[in-house]
């Protein structure tokens, strides 16, 4: 026996209600829907020109009632009949992005935003097809019916009007006030004319529509339109154009970083309706120096017409959009050096963290940013061929001098992904290697005293290292610049620790040789305090003084160390630090010839990282 062949039992009740509520983000959408449309039909019947009969919108707040009334194609009555039963048989997204393509497809689809506020609509229609066509009169409901009837009264020319009656729950959608904001949100870049009116108020309808892309105005002008739209005034603007697809726009530079966020949005239109002011999809997620209007061109949209629907066409929009603003920014470094210096001063960590996550963008960064160096400012593409840097401020400035007096070049990487972004360039390129900064791999490479200075470096070694010894700390003595640098501080090594032979040493050709007194090898993994030579503090630890005056300067050079390093000191050592410079003090305030005592140097300890 064969079977027979039945339909689905469609449920447009529950088609309305899921579509109505998922297909779109806000009811405010509504207003763009019916105003959409509207422009639709206008540009359906092909009528042009300055002189057209505006797209009405009349609002009722005592009605509770918004009323969209056009002069477009206008439909038949098959053509309304046929609305419902588009809808029904699109339920997935991609159908209905597709039926958009259709006129009466998106004419459906739109009146379906709708019924987030209303449960009822009304269509009053005449079509221009056909000159004897009657009025006809389409009432939909949220219950899923309708009904197709001739209209009680003739409209006077072909057009459509479109009567939304809100629940009373949802009777701020009809307030005057807030149909005209999202009308002239909306519409503002329409070139057709859109007027909104109130009922009952003598003023004459607002034109809301037909106002220059923000592309196209004067650049004062523009930073107007930038202030109202986004809410800054813009440092600088990037025209933005990509024929092929018709993409317009511009790029607002931000005066100011927004720490803590990521890219705010950019307002897309879409043939001069808007479509989103927070839209992520056109510009890479890098720019985030900036806001951008931009007009979508030939871009596909959702069916819900509140985004751009995602191709390689998009992705090939994106890309070059990122390329132009390169380039404006590139132009903008060439040609206003001084709005430049502030676009770099308001962006540059935000800079150095985008390079990081986009390798497109190492280069621009090298070129264009400036980093704080022993030598002073300077751009990676004019460092030398290899460099050391650290990521912290302390180690910096306590370095830096020792660095440059050796010939070599320290980079302050302490900002926000310096460090990731300095490592990330040394290996993007060929010409700069970057070396994070060790302080033991210098010190291997700072000079030894002079062969005169042997005997005097090795009595101050002695000295030294009867005094730190007991505490657990190596010493070594060095001369090198500058000679202000009296004293460093080497951390304990760990344990079996060894350094490691590489053949690029960054300072083996910078650095001059002599070998050290008494130095502390590989094996010796105890913090150490090196003592500088050439300062001529440090010499007159070999001169005449007491043996407790020597011994309270060498317990003063190692806790200065420290403190050079970035170590706190604890209440001991503090209190360790006093007796020193009393000593030393009252050392100075005596005559050399004058009788001294010894004065006591105490008992004390040391922790894992040898401090007293």
């Not at 009740?13 to 449309?37: A, F, K």
């Not at 360039?425 to 490479?445: N, V």
Request: hydrophobic share 45%; proline share 6%; glycine share 10%.
């Amino acid at each position: 026996m064969a079977g027979t062949t039945e339909n689905f039992q469609v449920d447009l009740r529950g088609i309305v209600e899921i579509l109505s509520h998922n297909l779109y983000s806000s009811p405010r959408v509504y207003v763009r829907e019916l105003i959409q449309n509207a422009r639709d039909a206008v540009v359906a019947r092909g009528e042009t020109g300055e002189d057209l009969p505006p797209i009405e919108l009349l609002v009722d707040p005592v009605a509770g009632a918004l009323t969209v009334r056009d002069h477009g194609i206008g439909l038949t009555e098959a053509e309304a009949r046929s609305l419902l039963s588009t809808i029904g048989a699109s339920s997935k997204r991609e159908e209905l992005a597709a039926a958009r393509r259709e006129f009466l497809g998106q004419f459906g689809i739109g009146l379906l935003s709708c019924f987030l506020v209303a449960d009822q609509i009304e269509v009053t229609s005449r079509s221009a097809r056909d000159p004897e066509a009657r009025t006809m009169r389409w009432v939909g409901r949220g219950d899923g019916t309708f009904t197709v009837t001739p209209a009680p009264e003739q409209l006077a020319e072909p057009g459509t009007e479109v009567r939304v009656h809100v629940r009373p729950d949802e009777a701020e959608w009809v307030g005057a006030d807030r149909v005209t904001r999202l009308a002239s949100e909306y519409a503002s870049l329409l070139a057709v004319p859109i007027t909104v009116a109130v009922a009952g108020d003598p003023a004459p309808p607002l034109l809301v529509s037909r106002n220059p892309a923000p592309w196209d105005l004067p650049e004062g002008d523009a930073a107007t339109w930038c202030a109202d739209a986004f809410g800054f005034e813009p440092l600088a603007a990037i025209p933005l154009h990509v024929p092929m697809l018709g993409v317009r726009g511009v790029a607002f530079v931000t005066p100011q970083a927004t720490p803590g966020r990521g890219r705010a949005g950019d307002r897309v239109f879409s043939h001069g309706m808007s479509v989103a002011s927070d839209n992520t999809q056109l510009v890479p997620e890098w720019v985030a120096f900036a806001r951008v209007a931009l007009e979508a061109g030939s871009l596909g949209l959702t069916a819900s017409r509140e985004s751009l629907h995602e191709s390689g066409s998009l992705a090939t929009a994106r890309e070059e959009i990122g390329r132009q603003i390169r380039a404006g920014i590139e132009q903008l470094a060439a040609g206003d050096p001084a709005v430049f210096a502030r676009f770099v001063d308001a962006h540059g960590s935000s800079l150095i963290a985008l390079a990081v996550a986009h390798a497109e963008m190492l280069e621009f960064v090298a070129r264009h940013l400036t980093w704080e160096t022993s030598v002073g400012l300077l751009r990676l593409v004019e460092m030398p061929a290899r460099i050391a840097y650290t990521t912290d401020d302390r180690e910096f400035a306590t370095y830096a001098p020792l660095v440059q007096a050796q010939g070599g070049l320290l980079v302050n990487g302490a900002y926000t992904h310096g460090g990731a972004m300095l490592r990330a360039y040394g290996e993007s390129q060929t010409r700069l290697t970057a070396r994070e900064f060790e302080l033991s791999r210098l010190l291997e490479d700072l000079p030894g005293p002079r062969a005169e200075d042997a005997g005097l470096a090795e009595r101050i070694g002695d000295a030294a290292q009867a005094v730190l010894g007991p505490l657990g700390v190596a010493v070594d003595v060095r001369a090198f610049r500058p000679a202000t640098q009296l004293v460093l501080h080497v951390p304990r090594r760990a344990p079996g620790f060894a350094f490691e032979e590489v053949e690029d040493d960054p300072w083996a050709d910078l650095l001059g040789g002599g070998a050290a007194v008494d130095p502390v090898g590989p094996a010796d993994s105890r913090p150490a305090l090196v003592l500088n030579l050439r300062a001529e503090a440090v010499r007159a630890l070999g001169g005449r003084l007491t043996p407790s005056a020597r011994e309270g300067a060498i317990r003063a050079l190692h806790l200065l160390s420290l403190l050079q390093a970035g170590i706190r000191l604890h209440a001991e050592e503090q209190a360790s630090l006093a007796v020193a410079l009393e000593t030393l003090l009252l050392a100075a305030a005596r005559s050399e010839d004058s009788p001294t005592a010894d004065g006591p140097a105490g008992n004390h300890t040391t922790d894992e990282r040898g401090r007293a």
